[in-house]
Structures are given as structure tokens and as C-alpha cells.
């Protein structure tokens, strides 16, 4: 290990034939793996060894239509919090179709970038229960206030003397 840190050739030595890199950068940058100036790059692996990585099966799919359900409903949860109107609400194959077809982006994004996908999922997924709560909360708001407006209207009719 601690010979691949060593330059090999006298090239890559300050010029004193000592076999030390010619600087801090160089050194990190060999302890790294990376070829000094680059910023990625695998400088002490060889060819067969950066080949063998590409040829990684892909994981099995990680998200299924039930998972991201709160996710893709999301945009039309809150339309129905804004609004109130029912009509935002997704039916059971509207949801079905768009949760398979979110699933499946899902899916492909972590083949292509995984790296924001787990923070993205998490705060779209917090998103949705917030939402969720909130729609939970607007219906026993609502419910109260309709609960008020009749006790107000029956006390109106009682305190109203009859003509007879």
C-alpha cells in the first residue's frame, strides 16, 4: 500500500532521484487515486480493474407503485387543501396508473444519479404526510363549523317565538 505511493519512475520524482512527489497536491492526489490536477479519475488503478466496475449488474428496483403513491398524489392533495374542491382528489386508477408510472421513473433515476434521489424521496415523502395531516385537519375544521352553524340556526328557531 504504501509503495503505491511512491512515484515508480524517476519522471515522476522532484528531481532529486529521492522518489518523493514534487508536492503536498501530488501526494494527495496519489493517496486519492486520481492523477494529479484531475479531479476524478482513478490514476493507480489499472484498465482491467475500471472496466470490471462498469459491468455491475444494476440493483433490483427498489420502489414499488405503493411506495410512491403519497409522492405522486402530492400536487393533487394540495390542490384539494387550496381549493376544497373534491374534484382534485384522485380516483383509485388514476392513482394506480400514475403510481406504476412513478415507480418505474423512480426506478430508472437510480440507475442514472442516486445521489439526491434518497433526499428528494424523503422530503417529497414528508411533504405528502404534512399534506395529508393538513387535509385530516381541514375536514374536522370544516365538520366543526358546519357542527356550529346548525346548533346556531336551532337556537335561532327555538329563541323565535311562535305566532299562533
Avoid: C
Amino acid at each position: 500500500m504504501a509503495d503505491a505511493l511512491l512515484p515508480s519512475t524517476p519522471s515522476e520524482t522532484n528531481g532529486s532521484g529521492n522518489g518523493l512527489p514534487k508536492s503536498i497536491e501530488e501526494l494527495n492526489a496519489k493517496r486519492r487515486g486520481v492523477k494529479p490536477g484531475s479531479k476524478r479519475g482513478s490514476y493507480n488503478k489499472q484498465p482491467h480493474e475500471r472496466a470490471a466496475v462498469a459491468n455491475v449488474e444494476a440493483p433490483a428496483p427498489a420502489f414499488t407503485p405503493d411506495s410512491v403513491r403519497p409522492v405522486v398524489s402530492l400536487p393533487f392533495n394540495l390542490a384539494f387543501v387550496k381549493t376544497g374542491f373534491d374534484g382534485f382528489l384522485l380516483s383509485d386508477p388514476e392513482s394506480e396508473n400514475l403510481s406504476h408510472a412513478g415507480a418505474m421513473v423512480f426506478n430508472q433515476w437510480v440507475q442514472v444519479d442516486p445521489r439526491w434521489l434518497a433526499l428528494i424521496t424523503f422530503s417529497l415523502t414528508l411533504a405528502s404526510i404534512s399534506v395529508q395531516k393538513t387535509m385530516l385537519y381541514r375536514q374536522a375544521l370544516m365538520k366543526f363549523q358546519m357542527e356550529q352553524e346548525a346548533k346556531k340556526k336551532e337556537a335561532e328557531k327555538t329563541a323565535q317565538p311562535s305566532n299562533g
